[in-house]
């Protein structure tokens, strides 16, 4: 398509001015209080709060890259409230603590806007709220309920027919929506991570990037993380990997590593922004199970991603995975479908990265080696707030105590496991087939994913 043929091939938010130098890796033998594998948000979350709970806390990150280049730097930069990847996944997993699991994803979105502004993090946080749009027929009823059981819980979520919708954004595909007005910001991804990242050092974190964790061993009162040229020894470990999970073997049952897809436009004149309104920037995302996500950048750019999630044959990751024309070719095509007259704006930007997905699609929670190790992954395309929920879980999980976190049905369960390979890409094969399927007809459920449905199993962008 003509408007990729220019298109870089590497994430818009990690080219920008402003990536700090990476520190050096480690190469002696290091001791600390706590020490974290991964700097992603996970990671650096965890660090902070560590940190922030304790100062004196001697606390140590170590990174197989440079702080969030994976999916922390390069994702669509919606910081939602949810703890359950949406309201409606979370109502029908967690029903009888969807009220506090509410409560918590919100004050947890409130404390992270209050720690931006804290450490000064310049990361264009703006609490905007999130769009949900119909495009077919039967996805308003699916809102029309979602919005019934938001509003009767008290939160600020407005129904919008076809008209209101359409006066917010302008686009010839919606139907109706669901503007939910505060339980989603909108932030750069990648300069929340050099934020955070910085308030870590400046609260005397030390952090190793370029230094990969090969293994970890048991020591007596602790534990080693080995890497090539040095180790760290400390008593309690945060292992915040995401999609990675070749470190703790069980991980390997619930975690699937899943590609996900964007693109950048140019900046849009304002007679281009003007034919689409806009006004309130909100991020939006569409309702199909094959969805959308989109939102403007601060320069009017709009960042379109999603739709088309990938599972490539028996879980590799590799950089490789992170271009697939034929998804970027799809997703150009959706927008020009979505934006008529924005159908000759350039992209500039075209890339992928790695989603920790899991069978109930948010995140889970759990200890390894007697407790001294806590991990928490399975953000399934959600973690730019919930990580750092999760980072607060692992800190209590590694206390020891029993907390109001800990005590949540949302931490003490773990999703369906997948079956092991090959029969694992066979049955995500079928059901990315099934769910294409019911997107076409009218979001009839075939009897494969009635069947997952029954036992819990999913899977999902
Ligand atoms: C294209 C895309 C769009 C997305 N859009 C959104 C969105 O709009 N909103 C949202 O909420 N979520 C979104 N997500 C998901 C979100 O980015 C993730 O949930 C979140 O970043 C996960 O953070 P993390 O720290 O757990 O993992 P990561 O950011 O993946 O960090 C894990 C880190 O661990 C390091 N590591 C792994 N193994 C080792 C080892 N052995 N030794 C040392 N370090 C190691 C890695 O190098 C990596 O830096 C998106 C994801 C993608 C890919």
Not at 100 to 125: K, M, P, S, Y
Not at 329 to 352: E, N, S
Not at 360 to 372: I, Q, V
Request: hydrophobic content about 40%; charged content about 25%; glycine content about 10%.
């Amino acid at each position: 398509m003509h408007t990729l043929a220019d298109a870089v091939p590497e994430p818009y938010w990690l080219r920008q001015p402003g990536a700090p130098p990476a520190t050096d890796p480690l190469a002696s033998a290091e001791t600390a209080d706590l020490a974290v594998i991964g700097a992603g948000y996970s990671g650096l979350w965890t660090a902070l709060l560590a940190k922030e709970r304790d100062p004196s806390r001697d606390v140590v990150v170590v990174e197989a890259g440079t702080a969030g280049w994976a999916a922390s730097g390069r994702n669509g930069g919606f910081c939602a409230a949810s703890l359950t990847h949406g309201f409606d996944n979370g109502l029908s997993r967690f029903p009888d603590e969807m009220d506090t699991l509410e409560r918590l994803g919100r004050q947890n979105l409130t404390e992270i806007e209050e720690t931006v502004r804290r450490h000064a993090i310049d990361c264009d946080f703006a609490r905007t709220g999130e769009l949900h749009v119909a495009t077919a027929p039967w996805q308003l009823r699916d809102l029309s309920a979602y919005q019934s059981a938001a509003a009767e819980r008290g939160l600020d979520v407005r129904l919008l027919d076809r008209d209101a919708v359409r006066a917010e954004v302008d686009s010839p595909t919606y139907l109706g929506g669901v503007w939910d007005r505060d339980g989603c910001a909108m932030l750069d991804p990648a300069r929340l991570v050099w934020g955070l990242r910085r308030a870590c050092l400046d609260l005397g974190v030390r952090l190793y990037e370029n230094t990969r964790v090969d293994r970890i061993e048991g020591l007596a009162g602790g534990l080693r993380l080995q890497t090539l040229r040095g180790r760290v020894d400390a008593p309690r470990i945060a292992l915040a990997t995401g999609a990675y999970s070749n470190l703790l073997r069980r991980l390997r049952h619930y975690v699937i590593p899943v590609y996900d897809y964007a693109l950048m436009t140019e900046p849009l004149t304002a007679d281009q922004l003007a034919t689409i309104g806009w006004r309130h920037r909100q991020g939006i995302g569409d309702s199909g199970n094959q969805f959308h996500y989109y939102r403007l950048t601060t320069d009017n750019r709009i960042l379109w991603g999603g739709y088309d999630a990938v599972y490539y044959r028996g879980g590799r990751i590799t950089t490789d995975h992170d271009q697939r024309e034929e998804t970027f070719r799809i997703l150009a095509r959706h927008f020009a479908d979505t934006f008529p007259h924005l159908a000759d704006v350039r992209f500039t930007h075209k890339w992928g990265g790695v989603i920790d997905a899991c069978s109930r699609f948010s995140g889970f929670f759990g200890t390894a080696y007697s407790g001294r190790l806590a991990y928490a992954a399975g953000y399934t395309g959600l973690g730019v707030g919930a990580t750092r929920f999760g980072a607060k879980v692992m800190l209590d999980l590694l206390d020891g105590g029993r907390t109001e976190l800990t005590s949540l049905k949302l931490v003490r369960s773990k999703p369906v496991p997948f079956p092991p390979e090959p029969v694992r890409t066979g049955v995500i094969q079928l059901t990315r087939w099934s769910i294409a399927q019911a997107d076409r007809h009218d979001g009839r459920r075939n009897l494969w994913l009635r069947t997952l449905d029954r036992v819990g199993l999913g899977f999902d962008s």
